[in-house]
Each structure stands twice: as C-alpha cells, then as structure tokens.
C-alpha cells in the first residue's frame, strides 16, 4: 500500500483516484515516471463495504481520457458491486470453514447439534447425531420419545415441557436407544427461541454421548453401597 501507484491511494484513501494525461500522471506519481511512458490517463476504483476498503481495480487508458460526472458515478457504483460480491463470497467461504471446523468438533467431542420446530414437532438432527446412534438421518424426522429409554422417557419428557413452558434450557441425562437396539446415555443442551410475537417456535441446541463417564459412574455407586453394606 505504500507505493506510488493509483491503485494504493484508492485503497489508502478509499476514494476513486483518476489521472487524465501523462501531465497528471507525472505531477500525482513523480516517483514512478514509467508510469506515464507507458499509459496515456490511468485511475483506480476502491472497493468499499460498510465503511472499509478490501481492495481496489486499477484502470489505464491508451488516450487522454476525463471523467464526467456520469462516469464517476457509474465506477462508483461499479466499485460498491464488486465490493458486495467480494464480501458475500468472504462470508460465504468463512460459514463454510466455521461450518467444518464445527463439524470437526463436535465429532472430536462424540457429540451433534439438533433443532426442533415446535409447531410441527419435526426435528432436524445434523449428521454427527445421527452417526452416533448409529443410524440415517432421514430416521430422525420425527420429534418425539419413543427413542429414550422407558425408565427415562418421563424425565425427558417432563424436561422438554418446561423449557417450552418457562424458558429453562433444555439439559435432561437419559437413554437412548441406537440402531443395534442397545441404549446409550446422552446429555443434551438446548434452548427454546421464540418468535417476534414471544411465542416458542424453536428448539435448538447439542447432545453429547457421555456412556462410558455415566456408566462409570454408576458403577463407582453401586460399589460404593456395597462397600457401605
């Protein structure tokens, strides 16, 4: 950014810059005075976002070439496009990274994320969860307890009811049954959103398969009370 060029000043200054002839090329850019020996009028349009300049367009001319107003105007808005379009796709390409750094993680953590829409009691369960169960995700459709455990179907379920009913996040630790037809224990987390009437649409959050610490712990009490016997 700190050579003397057009391009540099428009991004530094977040302004068109234009140079009509070689005369005004010389007087701007005494440092680079190849750059009238080659081009004939030259300019450069930043690329400007929200207040900030993520780059710029350089433009030459092979003839003495002023800007009308008309013109300005139109290179103005071509700068403004091209910094949208640079933008969306900056932020198309970070969802995705944050979207696989996420996906990363929560296989890391023998976890997934899930939501429910609580109008029409249809889940929508990511990948991650549906490997952990062991099954395919067009098998977890349906919102409902027939998965859990029947000892814990009633604290799932009394769970759910009461952060729809109170706001309270959603954290029951119960049995669920996988593919094989074995149970395995989970923790979930989630939180109900509400509309922009207050009412709950939606709940969202991450379930976590804790087995092999519950069980564990689990099996230290049992040893314990018969150690207390």
Partial sequence: LSAPLPIADAVRRGELVWCADPEQILASYPQSPDLAHAIIACGAVPFTFEGRTIGALAIACD?????????????????????????????????????????????????????????????????????????????????????????????????????????????????????????????????????????PTIMTGLVFDVHEAKTAALRAEQEQRINEM
């Fill in 63 to 199: 003839e003495p070439r002023e800007l009308t107003p008309e013109r300005r105007e139109m290179l103005h808005a071509i700068g403004q496009l091209a910094a949208h379009a640079f933008e969306r796709a900056r932020l198309y390409d970070a969802l995705h990274a944050s979207e696989d750094q996420l996906r990363d993680t929560l296989r890391a953590a023998r976890a997934g994320s899930w939501r429910v829409d609580l109008r029409t009691m249809t889940s929508i369960r990511d990948a991650g969860y549906a490997a952990l169960l062991g099954v395919s995700e067009h098998e977890l459709g349906k919102a409902d307890f027939n998965h859990v455990h029947p000892d814990d179907r009633e604290i799932a379920r009394a769970a759910f009811e009461r952060a729809t009913r109170e706001g309270v996040p959603y954290d029951p630790e119960v049995r669920i049954q996988c593919a094989d037809g074995s149970y395995r224990w989970f923790r979930s987390l989630a939180r109900v959103l509400d509309d922009a009437h207050g009412q």
